[in-house]
């Protein structure tokens, strides 16, 4: 199941580029030659024509709706964009764990490092993905790991049990949940020239 962020990102992304698609071909199909073969109903710029009318723009600044509507949704659109970008900001940072003795601390790339080169090391284990995520007191590990194709789940899980437990073992007061993904890694198929 994909993570709520990845989902917004793409989502917003996807939003983003469908407006810019929309407005590139809207104007390469009205700027190219063959704009005056377009059907009648299709909105065509002047030279000097703006996007909303000043007659039209004049009569909707004189309702009492207009102002407040179109301020308020700025701000709230302005405030929005903004704890975005500041969200995909701070998930960028490496956080600092403490660790038990005092006056140290562990970034969680070296402890992601560490653990996907001791998954490596274990037998029937082709690639691993390590991702830690840390909140106040507790920390999240998530394994992808990649078999050989001839090795079962079960004849690596207890080599990466204890991984996880000397992790939880090292990271004793903070609360370690670990997440493990299994994938297999496909035969070779033999190619014919």
Not at 35 to 53: E, K, M, N, S, Y
Not at 151 to 171: G, I, K, M, R, S
Request: aromatic residues 6%; glycine residues 6%.
């Amino acid at each position: 199941m994909p993570r709520p962020r990845m989902v917004i990102n793409r989502a917003v992304l996807a939003i983003v580029g469908l407006v810019f698609l929309v407005g590139g071909v809207w104007l390469a199909v009205t700027q190219a030659s063959w704009a005056p073969r377009l059907p009648v109903w299709w909105p065509t710029p002047g030279p000097h024509t703006a996007l909303i009318d000043a007659k039209e723009l004049a009569a909707v600044r004189t309702r009492g709706w207009w102002t407040p509507t179109i301020t308020a949704g700025s701000i709230a659109a302005t405030v929005l964009l903004a704890l975005w970008c500041t969200r995909q900001l701070r998930s960028g940072f490496r956080p600092l764990m403490a660790l038990p003795a005092p006056g140290t601390t562990l970034r969680t790339r070296a402890l992601e490092d560490a653990m996907t080169r001791q998954a490596i090391a274990i037998g029937g284990i082709a690639r691993c993905r390590t991702r830690v995520l840390t909140r106040p007191g507790h920390l999240h590990v998530r394994l992808r790991v990649w078999l050989q194709p001839t090795v079962a789940p079960a004849d690596v899980l207890p080599a990466l049990t204890a991984l996880t437990n000397h992790t939880e073992t090292a990271l004793a007061p903070s609360d370690v949940r670990t997440h493990v993904r299994f994938s297999t890694r496909s035969h070779p198929r033999p190619h014919l020239h």
